[in-house]
Nanobody, 125 residues
Framework: QVQLVESGGGLVQAGGSLRLSCAGS????????MAWFRQAPGKEREFVAA????????YTADSVKGRFTISRDNAKYTVYLQMNSLKFEDTAVYYC??????????????????WGQGTQVTVSS
């Protein structure tokens, strides 16, 4: 089982940047497909980006494509979400998620088994 801890959230002006980190536990971190989701107040949870076990394959939601980049450093047991050109509508609690199954792949419709506690991102207009 893996534990996930997000960090890096905060308050930023529109047009600014933040980098979120998600630190995982366990030496099997490199075997997990990882993803970022977000949930704004009163809205359903929304997929943001996902990355396969290796860093070669990623999937980014259209709503953030060209502005957000997901990456991972397996040696540091960490996945990142670089967020540039932030907009007011990016305000949400951001969660990282993971699964170990070699058969599910990665992306918005994949079932993720492990979730972090979330980190708040607030973009002021």
């Amino acid at each position: 089982q893996v534990q996930l801890v997000e960090s890096g959230g905060g308050l930023v002006q529109a047009g600014g940047s933040l980098r979120l980190s998600c630190a995982g536990s366990g030496r099997t971190f490199g075997s997990y497909a990882m993803a970022w989701f977000r949930q704004a107040p009163g809205k359903e949870r929304e997929f943001v980006a996902a990355i396969a076990r290796t860093s070669d394959n990623t999937y980014t939601a259209d709503s953030v494509k060209g502005r957000f980049t997901i990456s991972r450093d397996n040696a540091k047991y960490t996945v990142y979400l670089q967020m540039n050109s932030l907009k007011f509508e990016d305000t949400a609690v951001y969660y990282c998620a993971a699964h170990l199954s070699p058969f599910r792949g990665y992306g918005p419709t994949v079932k993720y088994d492990y979730w972090g506690q979330g980190t708040q991102v607030t973009v002021s207009s």
